[in-house]
């Protein structure tokens, strides 16, 4: 297990990006923010900078920038495919405000139908499960998997089996209480009206 420290960030995402690029398969569970992946620069900036109000505006910048780009990774290498399960309240948490949220889920919709790749389900609001303990993500890259865990006090990358395990069975906990695509897709464009009234 290896954790950062608030100097070693920005060695640790590019380490992380790398982890990323080289993944074959990646599978997000994100209960209360749009996966990193798939925000837009408005949105991201406004997450970023909620989650860590005395970052410099540069910086947050920067930061929104390298989110926005890690989409295109999906695209270098046949076969790689990407998998976010979302929680319902992501659709509506106002994350820079309804017309930052109304554009966030535009291009989340824009990415599902033009990005054969990708793979975005909801998880509906209901009873308790595993993955209530916070997000994840799995990128399996041969011949193992790692897992990167990210809270206010750290970012982590865990790749021992035993570590592992545990967030392999909240993954399934969760895809399987996940709503299929195409009504996740139906759960996404009813929060993107709803929200675009209030914009």
Partial sequence: MKTTDPQSLDEHLHRLLAIETEADTITGWHPTLMPGMLQ???????????????????????????????????????????RFIIGEDVLAQSVGGPATLAVQLDHLMNLIALRPSLEVRVLPRGAAHPGLAGAFTIYRARPGRSVFVENLASTTVLNRPEHLTSFIHAGDHVEQRAASPADSLRMIEAARTRVAAHA
């Fill in 40 to 82: 837009t620069a408005d949105y991201a900036r406004a997450a970023i900078g909620a989650s860590a109000p005395a970052m410099a505006p540069e910086d947050v910048d920067q930061r929104a920038a390298d989110r926005m780009a890690r989409i295109d990774t999906l695209g270098r290498a046949a076969g790689r495919t990407a």
